[in-house]
């Protein structure tokens, strides 16, 4: 019952050239290494090209200038990892789940639920709270007062809500991740810590897709806000009141503190650091790890940290590094010095 | 609906002189730039000075230096973030849920709920564990054996405690935090790891505060300690037998290993790695991204890491870092030199 | 009701020899500091050798070279922390929960239950999946359509296996953990990001254990793979196409890129960050914080970062890395003069 495509008519549905047979039929995808004939792999990363040759697939997707090396019938992208995707997506079995609300779901009386929503085992829904047309809500979630999901989004399973949450179109959100909990809001009173009260929101814009533990605190004052099409790896934490922009990427593990603004299509890689009341302007990328302290005004890359040595070489250059300063007091000393 | 105050009761109330006029109404807060004329507002980061002139709010909460730029009546305050924070909790519109046992949760046969209890949807309590007065327990959260949940706490959605938990008065758990899982002991063992049977519990003081997604292990033989007023972000990670002091705060992200003392009033900025069998005496802040591998026995301020760069630069400098110890090595050397 | 072991009767099961009077009876275990006459206690880690003058424990396990300063008799191990965890698992008061479905648990009709599995409360099984001989499931638990759940494994509770995820034999799972999930695969066509299928599984091996709310993402067209007997600790972020080797162990909050293989009886310790598409070879340690953007292919042990100062004389020292470059060209330069 495999969806069966032929090259030819994969050419044809998204603009790319053919090399070779266009009957070969393919019904699924597959890596250059496993992939056997009924199946279309590609070539996007050069680290990978030595595997071409020996390839079993029925076809694959690359760059011009790799076709000549390609074993069998090809597509030619200028973008294969693109092109791969979105063929890819043809041959994913993804079954919608039915609409309608399962008997076990706990939903406040003054919440609006969409006919045409998926409602799952376990869910619940607190007061004033909807969910849009065609929106699909997994086991286990729990939305809290006063939040919007909208038409097409997603929760996937054990999602939190807590509140004054609103998401826009199609947002995905992956297993444990919570959205509108408190921001941490703290002032100190005579010794001990008293709470700011968080009285805003959390904004997601359409199309955004948010990873599997990821938090995202409402604000104090003003929303949190996720403009259009960000995407959040897993286990991310985005502090109260921060803004980001459309198109802006997150690899696992960032921590962005609280009211920091961040630009439009920006990518910030794996466990990166970002201080609050910051503004990184668009198109930055940070480097894995990096330490954001203070705003980026320029595009381009950016990084911090040291390099990977043995232990004991790293041990003994950390230790210089506590005195660099001297170091370079008495570079600059024996720079001037006339008699040098 | 909305509760409304004078500014002249305010002052009472909270020990604030008062500017201008005391019969001004406020009947809830914003930022500088947001809050409209029936609003307070507040100043208490010099970063945003500027926006006073402009802004519309009804009133504002300010230092005394600042006063003669206020445009509106004013609250004096020698912290005003502070004063702010008491002023917005009388708007806070939580209402408490009702007490009772919702029809969805299973509760073990010898688990004990006080009656001014709300146990929400879904929960699970185990054995022989007790819920005191006034406490929330969220809808989703499972609680397991020998677990106590004192008077007045909230565990607001999706928590886990998982066994031999003790939680004190007022105690507030964001959602998707875990406390009491195995704490990671394991011993090596002929080539393979064996488990070391975690017999210990976690006891969190009064007026504690722990964030979304944020793990507590309990202890191998003794408990894991949080003492009061302690306060914890998103995303943190406390291992087995961490003892916290009070007053201490942590921002998300921070992650402290096994047996590690920390003393009272710490503030720990974001990302922060404590090591294990380590203590930090109190008063310590130590800075964002900081990295803690031995023992802090002096109050003060620590840190650790680089700046951010270019990526170029970086690169250049990180490779740098790598022959530290030579050119140190060289530096002495051309010091001494009786020819330089 | 406690149950109790003489020494001799120890001695004898673990193959330890004895030192003193053998009908020593014991009934629980605890710290140097903490333990009474009834319990048996251990010195393992020298930092604590001081605590064995006077202790009260009614036994000690620890090495032969530390027998004559024990003030109780003793049991010798060449490995004290391996042998006390032995010793503690036999006082380790678990009953596993009795076999069955809890009334409120939802099981899709394809679903296949063994009659000695356990599923708690408020449990979601999906389509297809199997649960296994001897298998807990604990509350609130979201097991995904196509997962198997092989036998004597442990979710503890509130984890989520989202979909084709395949956990071996006396896998331990805990609380929070998200296995299974999307990985994070985007391809970015005209401005926007398009979304990767991720078509593969998650495979776990014997005896793996998963710490609180750590997650490891779905393969996008092959596995990702734990091998045998890895041990993962809490919050740590697995990327999609992982694959970890037998015994390998990772303490908190450590996070792995995409594609990336670790070898066997690798220690990953706390907060380590590990790039994508990269290999590290068997037996690697990586000490705390340590960022890992290349390969490594030789055993042994490695790290990277600074070390803590006080903030002022780090941010001196931060700010000369920044001229790092310039710094070893100008000592190169004075190391080459003729005149100097």
Redesign the interface.
């Known amino acids: 019952m495999a969806t069966a495509h032929t090259l030819a008519s994969l050419a044809q549905r998204f603009g790319l050239a053919l090399r070779g047979d266009g009957q070969v039929r393919v019904s699924g995808?597959?890596?250059l290494a496993?992939a056997g004939p009924d199946q279309l792999t590609f070539l996007a990363?050069p680290?990978y090209r030595g595997e071409l040759a020996s390839t079993r697939a029925g076809a694959v997707v690359l760059r011009a200038a790799e076709v000549e090396s390609a074993p069998c019938p090809a597509l030619i992208a200028s973008?294969p990892?693109?092109a791969?995707?979105?063929i890819?997506?043809l041959?994913?079995p993804r079954v919608a789940p039915a609409p309608g609300i399962?008997g076990?779901a706990?939903i406040a009386a003054s919440a609006r639920i969409d006919p045409s929503a998926h409602i799952?085992?376990?869910v619940?829904i607190g007061a004033r709270s909807v969910i849009a047309a065609g929106a699909i809500i997994?086991?286990?979630c729990?939305i809290?007062e006063d939040c919007v999901v909208g038409a097409g989004s997603e929760l996937?399973?054990?999602v939190?809500l807590?509140m004054r949450v609103h998401l826009g179109h199609r947002v995905?959100i992956?297993?444990?991740a919570?959205l509108g909990?408190?921001g941490?809001?703290?002032?100190?009173?005579g010794?001990?810590?008293?709470?700011?009260?968080q009285?805003g929101g959390v904004v997601i814009g359409d199309?955004c897709?948010i990873?599997?533990?990821t938090?995202i605190?409402r604000g104090a004052?003003?929303d949190t806000v996720l403009e259009e099409?960000v995407?959040l790896?897993?286990?991310i934490?985005i502090?109260h009141n921060v803004r980001i922009g459309a198109?802006t990427?997150m690899?696992?593990?960032v921590?962005v503190?609280g009211s920091t603004k961040i630009g439009h299509?920006c990518l910030i890689a794996?466990?990166v650091?970002i201080?609050g009341?910051i503004e990184i302007c668009d198109n930055v990328?940070?480097?894995?790890?990096?330490?954001?302290?203070?705003s980026?005004t320029q595009p381009?890359?950016?990084?911090?940290?040291?390099?990977?040595?043995?232990?004991?070489?790293?041990?003994?250059?950390?230790?210089?590094?506590?005195?660099?300063?001297e170091?370079?007091r008495?570079?600059n000393a024996?720079?001037k010095?006339p008699?040098?």
Chains 1, 2, 3 share one sequence.
């Open positions: 995808v597959g890596t496993a990363n680290r973008d990892y693109v791969f995707a979105k890819a997506a041959f994913d399962h076990s706990d799952g085992a376990f619940s997994g086991p286990g729990v809290g996937v399973a054990r939190t807590v995905l992956h297993p444990g919570v909990a408190d941490f809001g703290l002032a100190r009173d010794g001990r810590w008293i709470k700011v009260p009285r199309d897709e990873g599997a533990n938090t605190d004052l003003e099409d995407r790896d897993n286990q934490q502090a198109h990427a690899a696992g593990c921590g503190a299509n794996g466990a650091g201080n009341h990328v940070v480097h894995a790890a990096g330490v954001v302290l203070q980026i381009g890359e950016y990084a911090s940290g040291t390099l990977l040595q043995d232990h004991r070489s790293w041990r003994r250059n950390a230790t210089r590094f506590k005195q660099l300063d170091m370079a008495s570079v024996l720079s010095d008699k040098r």
